[in-house]
C-alpha cells in the first residue's frame, strides 16, 4: 500500500505507573521461577505495575496530557481519537470517548476504540493514513495502553515477569507542505487460526464469567491460571514470528526497493530478547541499528514501539528525516510492518 498523501508523527509521549516490580522482588515471592535464566531470556529485569484502581484509561490521560502539553496544541483542534487497548474501562462504550470528554476534545471529533495487542500501533498508524487520506481529519490522536497485570495471573511464570503497563499517546497530523516525514508503505497481516497461542478464554459473551470459570488451574509448566487470564503459548508464538516478520519485512523493503542497510533504525515490538535475537539474526541487520529498550519496562504490548521511539528521540538516537522500519506482532495471531520517513 503506497501512500497518496503525507501522513507524519508529530510527537509521541508515555506513561507507566509510579509502581515498579524487580526480579528480585519475584525472585524472593518465588524462587523457583529462576529469575536469572528468565532475565538472561526475556532481555527484562523489572517493570511498572498498575496500582488496584489504576487503568489504561488513566495512563492514556496521563500520556496524553504530555503530549498535547509539550507540543503544544489545543485540544479542540483534534479531530479524530482512535484508542487501541484489550483492558478497557468499560465493557461498553469504548475508552476513546472517555479520553475524549477528559481532554476536551470537540464533539466534532470521532472516537473509536480497537482491540488489537503487539501489532496495535502498526495497524494504528495504517487506518489514521486512511482516515488523513479520505479527508476525515488533519490531526489524530492515537491511544496505545494496556493495563496488562490485571489479567495475568500471579502465578504464571509465562507472563508474570514478561509483562510491563503502559500507555502512549502518538499526535498524527496531515504532513506540511515540503516536509520529508511521511509513510512511504505499510503491510498488515493476520492468522485467526492461531488464536489459541495467546488469548483470554473467559469473560466474553462465549464463556460468562462462573465460578468454574474463576477457578485455578496449574498446568504441566507449573503455571496457574483462571480462565480469565492471559493465556500464552510463549514457544509457538516465538515460533510464528520468527517464521513470518522476516518474511515481511523482507518483502517490503524489496518492493519498496531497498535493504536492510538503506534502514537508519528499526523499531521491533519489544516481545523479548529472544525473540529480538532472532529476528537480528534472520533479517542480517547490525545491532546498532535496532532499539531495545525493554529491560526496565517490560513488554508494553501495543505501547512497546511507540515508547521505544520516545525515547529513542529523547537520547538523540532517533532524529527527522531518518527512515525507519516499524515491525508489531502478537496475539490474533497479527503482525505488520511500517516503512516510514521520520
Known sequence: MNAKKHVAIDRVEYQLPARIVTN???????????????????????????????????????????????LPVDPRTINGVVFCTQTPEHP????????QAELGIPQTAMAFDYNLACSGFVYGLAMIQ???????????????????SKIINPGDRATRGLFGDGAAATLISAASAGSSSRIIDVDLASSGGDFLSFYVPAGGVRMPASDETRRETTDLSGNTRTQHDIHMDGFGVWKFIAREVPRQ??????????????????FFHQ????TLDSLVARLK??????????????NTVSASIPIAM??????????RGQRIILSGFGAGLSWGTVLMVY
Open 24 to 70: 528480585a522482588q519475584l525472585d524472593q515471592e518465588r524462587p523457583d521461577w529462576k529469575m536469572d535464566a528468565f532475565q538472561e531470556r526475556s532481555g527484562v529485569r523489572e517493570r511498572h505495575i498498575a496500582a488496584p484502581d489504576e487503568t489504561s484509561l488513566d495512563l492514556a490521560i496521563g500520556a496524553a496530557r504530555k503530549l498535547l502539553n509539550n
Open 92 to 99: 461498553l462504550p469504548s475508552n476513546a470517548f472517555l479520553l
Open 130 to 148: 486512511g482516515l488523513i487520506e479520505i479527508g476525515l481529519g488533519t490531526k489524530i490522536l492515537l491511544i496505545n495502553a494496556d493495563t496488562y
Open 249 to 266: 519485512i523482507a518483502a517490503l523493503l524489496l518492493r519498496n526497493g531497498l535493504s536492510v542497510e538503506d534502514i537508519d533504525l528499526f
Open 271 to 274: 516481545a523479548s530478547k529472544m
Open 285 to 298: 541487520i547490525p545491532l546498532e541499528r535496532v532499539v531495545i529498550n525493554m529491560e526496565l519496562i517490560g
Open 310 to 319: 520516545a525515547d529513542a528521540e529523547r537520547s538523540g538516537r532517533l532524529v
